[in-house]
């Protein structure tokens, strides 16, 4: 990275100022799992035994109807960090960005430019507003947002990243932990690893051929959640060590539901649908049960709310719990599905406490997506050929259907698995009416980039260039005997330090300085290139 060096000459003044914390602000710590529904002894497990995560949740609260928004990682996780629905902001397809060398990934469509997503100006990853407050926020480590977060997003984004880093031990710390080990990836990855569960004790669902190649795909991801709850409780243990058990509010949840085939993907509850779990100190909240709907997006108002820091206005979701709490309950959860991989489809859900409301913008297209990630199942093989032989029956053809419905609607409550469409049927007319113009609301109030050719999204953004604006260096200017940062480039985050091995400060005011120090400065906005990295000798 080129450094624009350049000297500024102030008076002096006195120094870096050190930060001091606000008490009111709790540590939080969320732990998270990849690519897994409610497969807890709390929520009903029978087969898996998880009594790590079972302990948390009779220790706080455990949410029985929290959605992602989208039955996939990428998009879900945009509007984690952002509190907005992706299809909104630009980060709806899977996925935007190359993974790293030697990962598997699916295929681009043709003509296709990986591209970081530029999002709504003065959208920003929320740990950056927590930075700003005095937070230490770590994470480890997986990001993944469809775009490439600004590097005063995170104290620390590694493999190494941990509370533990913190340079003052008062400092409060918003900590995340990534664990891959239920990823859908892991099925075939660890198939060679002892299982902790017999193939023939698990509980095949319905949609799925009852053959050992389903049956040993099932046992294997349950051994991994096992093993992701042991995983859970080394975690917690460094917690206890440390002391910081009891002033630290735990979150434990999955980025969407299960990754095996016909549910990762998909805007069914099984593709949404999360467990939820959040442990207060002092045993406030303990064995509590929370049946209200919850959003992802809802995660960022929440965590501010907590931290008392305000609720940025332009989010999407609204907060839960701290005393920002929003006054009347969520009515309704959003999801949506789009490209996947080289495949594209368009699909919109809209969900109340009861049905979901499903509507299907390509219906001409098949439900099931030939997509190579998936390919990888040891079951999927298996189940195509037997689709091919013509030995599935009605329940496990609905997969195949060659085309969709233009609108569905399902009875959550009495149809588990979302079988029967209830759209066509004259005693739901009314609850269809209602479902449908929620989602056309919601679409009319937020829009939905979904709408548009991608790659033509991509060129807007982009401004007609072959790739995306830089952002502008930052400049100084002396404000009253202190130091002012700036960019020309709007809803930039301008980062500072005075070491260049230190982290990157989330810059907010004008700020003191000794002369003679080193100040180096860097601004991005999402989904622009980095600014020049700028050296002033003061």
């Not at 939080?28 to 995560?53: F, N, Q, R």
């Not at 979150?251 to 990762?264: I, Q, R, Y």
């Not at 789009?338 to 001409?364: F, L, Q, T, W």
């Not at 739901?428 to 919601?442: A, G, I, M, N």
Request: net charge positive.
């Amino acid at each position: 990275m080129k450094k624009l060096i350049y000297i500024l000459l102030f008076p002096v003044l006195v120094g870096f100022q050190p930060k001091k914390f606000n008490p009111k602000q709790p540590n939080i710590l969320w732990i998270t799992c990849e690519d897994m529904s409610e497969h807890l002894g709390c929520y009903g497990e029978k087969v898996a035994k998880t009594p790590i995560l079972d302990q948390l949740a009779s220790e706080g609260i455990r949410y029985t109807n929290f959605y992602a928004t989208a039955g996939v990682c990428a998009p879900s996780r945009s509007a984690i960090i952002t509190g907005m629905h992706q299809q909104t902001i630009g980060t709806q397809h899977m996925r935007t960005l190359a993974v790293s060398a030697g990962s598997a990934s699916d295929p681009f469509p043709p003509n296709f430019k990986t591209y970081s997503a530029v999002i709504p100006e003065n959208v920003k990853c929320f740990p950056e507003y927590l930075r700003e407050s005095g937070y230490y926020c770590s994470n480890n480590s997986k990001e993944d947002y469809q775009f490439v977060a600004p590097p005063t997003v995170w104290d620390e984004s590694n493999k190494n990243a941990h509370w533990r880093n913190r340079p003052d031990k008062n400092q409060p710390f918003f900590s995340v932990f990534n664990l891959m080990v239920t990823h859908e990836s892991q099925v075939y990855e660890r198939a060679k690893e002892p299982l902790l569960v017999n193939p023939e004790d698990v509980i095949v669902p319905p949609y799925y051929p009852d053959v050992p190649e389903v049956r040993k795909d099932i046992a294997i991801f349950l051994s991994n959640v096992m093993e992701m709850d042991k995983q859970v409780g080394k975690i917690l243990a460094e917690l206890k060590e440390d002391g910081l058990l009891e002033n630290t509010i735990i979150f434990f949840f999955s980025d969407h539901g299960d990754g095996l085939p016909f549910a990762k993907r998909e805007v069914y509850d099984r593709g949404l649908r999360v467990p939820f779990i959040i442990k207060f100190p002092a045993n406030k909240y303990t064995n509590s049960i929370d049946s209200q709907l919850h959003s992802f997006v809802d995660l960022a108002p929440t965590i501010l709310s907590l931290a008392n820091i305000p609720i940025r206005k332009n989010m999407q979701g609204q907060a839960f719990l701290g005393n920002q709490k929003a006054q009347s309950q969520r009515k309704y959860i959003y999801a949506a599905r789009d490209r996947m991989g080289s495949v594209y489809d368009r699909v919109r859900a809209v969900r109340d406490g009861r049905y979901k409301y499903i509507r299907n913008y390509m219906p001409e297209k098949p439900l099931y997506q030939n997509i190579p990630y998936r390919l990888q199942h040891p079951m999927m093989p298996a189940i195509l050929k037997l689709k091919d032989d013509g030995k599935l029956n009605e329940t496990q053809m609905k997969w195949f259907v060659p085309t969709k419905p233009k609108e569905e609607l399902y009875d959550c409550q009495n149809d588990y698995f979302e079988f029967n469409n209830l759209a066509d049927k004259p005693e739901f007319q009314e609850k269809l009416k209602e479902l449908r113009k929620v989602h056309e609301d919601f679409t009319k109030n937020y829009g939905d980039m979904g709408e548009q050719n991608e790659m033509e999204m991509v060129s807007k953004w982009w401004g007609g260039n072959q790739g995306p604006p830089k952002t502008e260096v930052v400049k100084a200017e002396n404000v009253d005997g202190k130091c002012k940062l700036i960019t020309s480039t709007t809803s930039a985050s301008v980062g500072y330090k005075n070491n260049v091995k230190s982290t990157w400060k989330v810059y907010t005011k004008p700020f003191s300085i000794q002369r003679g120090d080193s100040l180096y400065t860097i601004a991005q906005r999402i989904g622009y290139k980095k600014s020049e990295i700028g050296k002033m000798v003061w």
